[in-house]
């Protein structure tokens, strides 16, 4: 059977690291990228006789996600002793939640191939992140252990297995991701690790009731990993099927550089992790006051964002979703949107500039909106010139430039620059007439009843006025000096 | 009474290696414990709330504000390090 004839049954389980300034036990630093064990202090160390004292901006976070995911939020949660032995775990435990999480049930929705998708949540719980190996340091091959991330706190966020297809896993995490961007619960940072992704992956044979063995995979930093990851992995659960065998519940690791998933030497043994409640930490309350705040500060959503450009601004449902998607650009959008008050064709307009050259110029600079030198009046102000024929799409596209990297009005590069379009009619047909004149063989051939020769001289025309010209204007023009074939 | 192979399957996750003779002794010392414990299964408590930490949720202190406070710093947290590489504590080659 082919791989086609298998059904693929996928659960994600996502460890978010929460946007807060200290870890989620002790006072130390979450800030990323300093050195080795600097941001330590017994807390996170596990120095004998140190407590933890749970992280207040912790807790208001799980709720923002959880009542902007749907979820239950449950009044009273219990941190918990996952126990196992590894490097960067010091205390020999991490504290995670285990029988009461801080949230239950709740969804996540996306859109897949033009369907709408809902895939249920089992859980979402808060964690502790453990340290990190650093392999290779020293000549003899032992490794470093840096505690600097050990103590930043987690959110685990867990689905129900209901993703069927590689496409639908990815949709689901890149909706996932935007929402916790948006409540500012996470920078949704893949390759730092600030967003990463387990994904449990089990095949059977289409129509079947039974599920095979599934098989937890770890180590996907990036979407493209994701899709390599699950897609090798289906594969060779299809084949283990295929040649007789049983596929072993296991835990595998994916290797980007060999594309293959391989099976984790560290968690051959099962693991029988012996979770019992933390003794050092009390239950956790949410008191109803603080749901009601939280529910009452949430943002708009991408998705509803995307919903409002599509229904009332007329966007394109691919540039609602991409502008909606991304807070500080969807703040930039309306921002722009609003200053420039001309309806519906305005903002169109202003998307697409936004998605197109705007975003160019943003990816080759590597600047977040929050440090454009372009404002959102200025793009305003560009589409403004646009519809009022001031200026035409090379001009506007070297001004765009020009605002973008030193912040200037673009009615001002447009006049500085003399970048104004040509609106005077005396002056494009005194072009054309130039342009004619220049060229009697291909004006007799037109005359002759090559039409297609029209754009060859439209052609002439604006390269002579170095793209100034006004289309409309030029086309008439060419058309009314030519007469009609 | 606790089995020997549950002794030996204790000690295993706590990483522990014992001898027969320790064996047979903690199999009797955790038994004992065990039914030392026990006799609480004697009390009725149908109607209590489950505990699971001797303060009940809301009794406890208030929680952290989210401030960054000095921890110790990397030379003060590797100074009981038997091994170390730059600021990093060294460790037996690590294999995933
Ligand atoms: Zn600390």
Redesign the pocket.
Known sequence: MPVADFDVVLGLEVHAQLLTRS?IF???PTTFGAAPNA???????ALPGALPWLNREVVELAVRTGLALGCEIQPVSVFARKNYFYPDLPKGYQISQYERPICLGGAVEFTVGGEERRVRLTRIHMEEDAGKNLHDVAPDGSSGVDLNRA?VPLLEIVSEPELRSVDEAVEYLKALRAVLVALEVNDGNLEEGSFRCDANVSVKPRGRERLGQRCEIKNMNSFRFLRQAVEFEVRRQVEVIESGGKVEQETRLFDPDRGETRAMRSKEEAHDYRYFPEPDLPPVRVEPGLIAAARGALPELPRARARRYRERLGLPAADAALIGSDPEVARFFDAAVAAGGQGAEAARRIANWLNGDVARLANESGLPPRAWKLTPGALAELVGLIEAGTVGGPGAKQALEECFRTGASPAAVVREKGLSQVSDASAVEAVVERVLAASPAEVERYRAGNAKLLGFFVGQVMKEMKGKGNPALVNAAVKKKLGGP | MLSIEEVRRIASLARLTLSPEEERLYAGQLSAILDYVKQLEELDVSGVEPMTHALAAGEAPALRADQVRE?LGAERALAAAPAREGTAFLVPRIIE
Do not use: A, N, R
């Open positions: 870890k002790c006072g130390c941001h330590t202090c017994p807390v996170c160390l103590g | 921890g």
